[in-house]
Every structure is written in structure tokens, then in C-alpha cells.
């Protein structure tokens, strides 16, 4: 519900908090991104008077089911949104390979690079995109959608809605997924802008005078260059995302094909028996390959937090029948490069030389071509990753698990293009200390998994709720999904771990920051919505005292905004102890977020009439919209409920927390709980109600 948050009574929360009723918005948040939006050039949308967009594909959510975004993918042209969808969904798995191979041999070559070396990462490679992607992903967790949007929390969504309630399990899954998505955000476009521009010290002539601090330069003007755009959105440059993207795939597969040519024994790597023996032989060696090898699916959860804009038939295609072809010519054809340097180095009798493998693959005369247009690909990965955390954001708001900040809409037309100007100067700072402190992709690449891989648990944890609990799954074949694959997410889980104090440690502080951001304002939240129950007058009490002694009557209307319909909210008792007057008409407004991703419009105003002069009014949002008052009220006048938005006052119920050394929570989470409160958002501009209708009445509490 919305409304009792630390800063007011009108605060847009889905009192996200374990034990709440499973009629209560159960936690989700699909990653979508802006980029995803502008390649939806088929879906026109009109406005429908309460905020939502009209002609939203289906794959937004409004068929549900599993084959939500078939939908989508013919009203909108599938080949269209395969296009778009490389150059999104497959952005950041799509630069794995500027980085992927080159750590993953390193890790090898501690005591010398051999044959069965070469093939055992590069079998490793491929395997972890067929088992992790393609099966895991593709054939099985893209098959959880809510109402067409995916990702991790929608799968939090799924799972507490088919227990019936939110439990305390799921609940915390959940939040853990959405923090270790913000240690991701600040990793990706560091590593991935560091590893373009390292490229350039393959160019003959430039190797010496490439150092890394220039490496780092060149790095920071690109990112700064990204963070300071985004505060005007990317719709216009967004349309170049997909086909810039399948050039970058193309440009991969041509390179592997040029070396596969000088030795096509590399693909021998397809069998797996290499994979297998190379784990096998290595031990605790093996494990640290497995972590870096793990580099090369990094992105795979953005093929379900997308679903919501491109469907999920699109993205499997795209995925299937081009990304995956041309990720493994590529990783085949760096493996058949390193076998001709191995052979190099035995004829010469020097030493194996570790070489930046992808820039490698490329003739002398392409490299800087080859730079730039890793550039651009690298910049898109970055982009999608962005702007998933200010949709992310947007989420967590709207369902209570962080405060109200500042979003802001940078196009008219695409529901999925926000800016989060706090986020976003958040995560330029996180990116930046980020890169000044590790300084090269291959530092960083040992901070990258650990974030990643525990998402991917969480993934696979829900996903068996939601398989036994919803799809009503035989415990045979749900143990048949969750045992094997619980075992390779494990494995790629402990094989990152080995690295955490070699970098590992940086996401896990990120999302333990986070992680406890969001529970100090959920259990804070929870703290001031019970005390508030405890010493207010409930409605119908009220109610039934002014008819006995009516006050003094004021002309207009009246809304009172509250998380809680069933009690007086603040600003009404403060209303009436110090102006002593009560309105004509009283309109008792709260507003709720669904767990759904939109809500449309015949269900987004509910009205409840109590007399005369009372009527409750629930409005209610999904989880990817944002709340706009006056047009949802607008809905009133069809149930008969009209009244002038311009003569009408917004009463909101201001407060002013202090901290208590005897409350539910430790002096320090008070404080913290405090500065939340102080930074979120003024509700008027966040419910978009206008400036001049609104009275606040404060009351201090202690939390």
C-alpha cells in the first residue's frame, strides 16, 4: 500500500515487508531499458487519460501466460524486434568476448599454455552458453513471465503469489537480486569501456605510447560523455542500438572465421570431453578458470528482464539463430589463434606469449576500425545497464523498498526512457572510483562474477517455486531442473568466490550496502505504519463522531492521501483538532501497487462510498508505471464521482521523524532511516498533483 512512509502520509510504497497479505504487492522489478523502448517503432501509443500507454504490445503484459510476447512479435514485426532486441537484451553478453577468453587463458597458463589447455577453456566457453544461456535461460526461465515482463523479481512475483503470501524467504531473495544488480551496474561499463579502449595497444605504432593512464583517459571522457547524456534520453540514438549491434556480431563471426581457416582442429572444443577433463586434471586450477570462464555469459539475465519489450519469441530467435552462432565462431576462432601462437612459440622455442586475443584475430589495417566499433559496442552494453538501474529504480519505489526519488520521463512517447538524476550521478561516481581504483579490465574481471552468479541462484530458487507452486510441476521434474543447474550455479558461484579478495569483495560491498538501504526503509517503513495504526481513530469511528457533533462545513472537495484507508488519516485529524472545519465532500485517497506489471485502465480506480460525505478512492499502479493523480482521478467522473481537480485540495500528512533508542531497530539503521526520509522526493511532484492545491500538516513521530 501507499502512503505511510517515513516523509508523509501520500508516499508511493507496496508495503513490501514480510507477513504482509498475499492481496498486497508482492516485490518485483523487471530490468528494462530505454534503448529497448526506442526499437518498438510499430507500437504507437495514445495516452488513456490515467497515465497508462495505449498500444502497449502484449509483451508488456496485458495477455499473461507464457507466450506473452507472441504477441507482440507479430503486432509489431518480429524481425524488427529480434533486431532491436540484439541491441539491448545481447549488449552486454555480446562484449564478453573483448575480455572473456583472454582472462579465462590466463588463469590456464600459470604453469605454461599447452593443447588441451586451449581446447578445455574454449570447450568451457561454449558449454557455459549452451548450458547456462541457452538451456537454463532460453528453454526454461524465459517460460516465467509476469504478465510478459521478466527478470528476477518478476520471478520473486511469481513465486510469492503462488505461495499464497509473502514469505520472508522469497521476500529477501528478491531484494538481494535487485542489490547485486547495482554492484553489476557499477562494474559493466567500467570493464567493458576499459577493455575497447585497451584495443588500442594493439595497433602497430601505438603500443608504446598507449600507457595505461591514457587507456584510463580515454575511458573516463567516454563515460562521462555516457552519464551526461542520459539526462536527455537516448530515443534518437537509440534506434542505431539494434543495427550497430548485428554489425558488432557479424564483425565477431568474421573474425573467428578468418582463424578457424589456419586451424580447424579448434573445433574439437565443441565436445564437452574437453571441458570436463580440463576440469578434471586442474582441480582448484580448474576452479579459477571456471570463474573467469563465467565471464562469458555476464548479461544473461537481461534475456528475461527484457521480455516486457521485445517478447520472448524474438529474443530466443535472435539468441538461437544469430548471437549464439556468432559468440561461439568467435570464441572458436580466438582458441584457434592461440593453437597457432602455441605453435609458434614450439618452433621458435620462445615462450607462449598471452596476447589480447580479439583484437588479435583482426589484420593490422582493421584494428582501428575494430577499436571504434567495440567503442560503440561497448557504449550500448553500458547504456542498457544504466538505464536497467533507473528502471530497477523506478520499481523499488513504486513497491517500497527505497524512497521516493526523482524520475523523470525523456520522451513523450516511449514509457520506458526515465532518468533517475540520483542514480545516475550515484553510479558515475561508483563507476569512476571503480575504474581509478582497479585501472585495467583484467583487475576488474576478477570483481565481475560473484554479482552475477548470485543472481543467477536466486534465479533458479525461484524458479522452482514458481515450477511447483504454479505450473503445479511434479517434484520429480521440478528436482530434475533444480538439482543440475543448482550444481553448475553453485560451482560457477564458488569458482568466483576463490577470487574475492583479489576483487570479488567489490559487488558483494556494493549489494550489502544496498541490501541494507532497502531493509532499513522496508522494516522502518513497517515500524511507522503500525505505530501509526496503534494511535490513530479508525475511519468509521471518526465518521460515526462527526455525525453526532458535525463541525463547521468548508465548500469543496477535500482528498486526503493515506497508506491506510481503514484509519483517519493524519491530515484529516489535524484538519479538524486545529482548523476545525470538515469539506462537502471527503475523499479518502490510497494508492497501491499491483503486482503486475500495468494495471489497466477499467481496474485502476476502485470507489467505496461510506456516506454523504466520505467515499475512499484506491488507485492503483503497476510495478513499471508511475503515479499520476490527476489524470487517474480523471477515471472518477465514469463511476460518478465528479469534482473540479482546480478547486480541490490535496491534504497530505507530513512527518517528522526523530530516533529512538527504544524502537524496533538500532540507533544507527535510525538515523539512516532518517536521512532516507530527508533526501526522497517532495510527494507533490512525484504524484504530479498541482503545486497550488496542496496542504501538508505535520506531526512528529519517533521511529
Request: glycine residues 10%; hydrophobic residues 50%; aromatic residues 8%.
Amino acid at each position: 500500500m501507499i502512503g505511510d512512509t517515513p516523509k508523509d502520509d501520500a508516499a508511493s510504497s507496496a508495503s513490501p515487508t514480510p507477513g504482509a497479505t498475499s492481496g498486497e504487492t508482492a516485490p518485483h522489478t523487471a530490468i528494462s531499458k530505454d534503448a529497448a523502448a526506442s526499437n518498438k517503432e510499430a507500437a504507437a501509443k495514445t495516452d488513456c487519460g490515467d497515465g497508462t500507454p495505449a498500444g502497449e504490445s502484449a509483451a508488456s503484459g496485458h495477455n499473461g501466460g507464457h507466450g506473452g510476447g507472441h504477441g507482440a512479435a507479430k503486432g509489431a514485426g518480429f524481425l524488427a524486434l529480434a533486431i532491436g532486441s540484439v541491441g539491448v537484451v545481447f549488449g552486454d553478453i555480446g562484449t564478453s568476448p573483448l575480455y572473456a577468453f583472454k582472462e579465462a587463458l590466463h588463469a590456464a597458463s600459470h604453469d605454461g599454455v599447452t593443447r588441451s589447455e586451449i581446447l578445455g577453456v574454449v570447450s568451457l566457453a561454449l558449454w557455459a552458453l549452451i548450458l547456462v544461456v541457452t538451456v537454463k535461460y532460453v528453454f526454461f526461465i524465459m517460460r516465467a513471465d509476469n504478465k510478459g515482463e521478466g527478470g528476477v523479481l518478476s520471478l520473486m512475483a511469481l513465486a510469492m503469489r503462488a505461495m499464497g503470501k509473502r514469505t520472508p524467504f522469497i521476500f529477501v531473495l528478491g531484494v538481494i537480486g535487485a542489490a547485486l544488480f547495482y554492484g553489476d551496474a557499477v562494474i559493466t561499463p567500467a570493464i567493458s569501456v576499459l577493455s575497447a579502449v585497451e584495443g588500442l595497444r594493439t595497433i602497430p605504432g601505438l603500443e608504446d605510447s598507449i600507457s595505461t593512464q591514457m587507456v584510463m583517459l580515454i575511458a573516463i571522457i567516454m563515460l562521462l560523455g555516457l552519464f551526461f547524456i542520459q539526462s536527455h534520453g537516448t530515443e534518437k540514438v537509440g534506434r542505431f542500438f539494434g543495427p550497430i549491434c548485428m554489425v558488432w556480431f557479424a564483425v565477431m563471426a568474421a573474425l573467428g572465421v578468418g582463424q578457424l581457416i589456419t586451424h580447424p582442429d579448434i573445433m574439437l572444443a565443441i565436445s564437452p570431453h574437453y571441458a570436463v577433463t580440463f576440469l578434471a586434471e586442474h582441480g582448484l586450477a580448474g576452479f579459477i578458470v571456471l570463474g573467469a570462464v563465467f565471464l562469458t555469459v555476464t548479461g544473461a539475465e537481461a534475456l528475461t528482464a527484457d521480455m516486457g519489450h521485445f517478447g520472448r519469441w524474438p529474443i530466443q530467435a535472435a539468441w538461437l539463430f544469430f548471437v549464439l552462432p556468432c559468440l561461439a565462431i568467435n570464441y572458436l576462432g580466438q582458441g584457434a589463434l592461440a593453437l597457432s601462437m602455441l605453435d609458434l612459440s614450439i618452433e621458435s622455442g620462445a615462450p607462449f606469449q598471452e596476447l589480447n586475443w580479439f583484437f588479435e584475430m583482426a589484420p593490422l589495417a582493421l584494428r582501428l576500425p575494430l577499436v571504434l566499433l567495440a567503442g560503440a559496442a561497448t557504449f550500448i552494453a553500458s547504456q542498457a545497464v544504466i538505464t536497467g538501474a533507473f528502471s530497477l529504480t523506478q520499481q523499488a519505489i513504486q513497491l517500497g523498498l527505497l524512497p521516493r526519488l526523482d524520475v523523470l520521463r525523456t520522451s513523450e512517447t516511449q514509457s520506458g526512457q526515465i532518468f533517475v538524476p540520483q542514480i545516475n550521478s550515484m553510479l558515475l561516481i561508483g563507476v569512476l572510483v571503480v575504474m581509478l581504483s582497479f585501472q585495467t579490465s583484467s583487475a576488474l574481471a576478477h570483481a565481475y562474477g560473484l554479482a552475477v552468479t548470485g543472481t543467477m541462484v536466486v534465479t533458479t530458487a525461484m524458479a522452482a517455486i514458481v515450477m511447483r507452486q504454479m505450473w503445479k510441476w511434479r517434484w520429480a521434474q521440478v528436482l530434475a531442473f533444480v538439482i543440475p543447474f543448482m550444481i553448475l550455479d553453485l560451482a560457477f558461484l564458488t569458482a568466483n568466490a576463490l577470487r574475492f579478495f583479489t576483487g570479488g569483495w567489490l559487488p558483494i560491498l556494493i549489494a550489502t550496502a544496498l541490501f541494507i538501504v532497502m531493509a532499513t526503509w522496508v522494516r522502518g517503513t513497517q515500524i511507522l505504519t503500525e505505530k501509526t495504526r496503534r494511535d490513530s481513530v479508525g475511519l468509521n469511528d471518526l465518521v460515526d463522531m462527526m455525525q453526532a457533533r458535525p463541525p463547521h462545513r468548508a465548500s469543496g472537495t477535500a482528498i486526503f492521501l493515506t497508506s491506510d484507508p481503514d484509519v483517519a488519516p493524519v491530515a484529516l485529524m489535524h484538519n479538524l483538532k486545529h482548523n476545525k472545519v470538515l469539506h462537502e465532500k471527503n475523499v479518502i485517497l490510497t494508492v497501491k501497487t499491483a503486482n503486475t506489471p500495468r494495471v489497466a485502465p477499467e481496474d485502476r480506480v476502485t470507489i467505496e462510498i461510506i456516506n454523504a460525505d466520505f467515499k475512499k478512492v484506491v488507485i492503483a499502479y503497476g510495478f513499471m508505471e508511475s503515479p499520476n493523480l490527476p489524470k487517474a482521478l480523471g477515471l472518477c467522473r465514469k463511476q460518478g464521482l465528479k469534482f473540479d481537480i482546480m478547486s480541490t485540495s490535496f491534504f497530505l500528512g507530513r512527518r517528522s521523524v526523530v530516533p529512538s533508542a527504544n524502537s524496533g531497530m538500532p540507533l544507527w539503521q535510525d538515523k539512516l532511516y532518517i536521512f532516507l526520509m530527508k533526501n526522497a522526493a517532495n510527494p507533490t511532484e512525484y504524484f504530479h498533483i498541482p503545486p497550488g492545491r496542496v496542504v501538508e500538516l505535520g506531526t512528529q513521530v519517533t521511529v
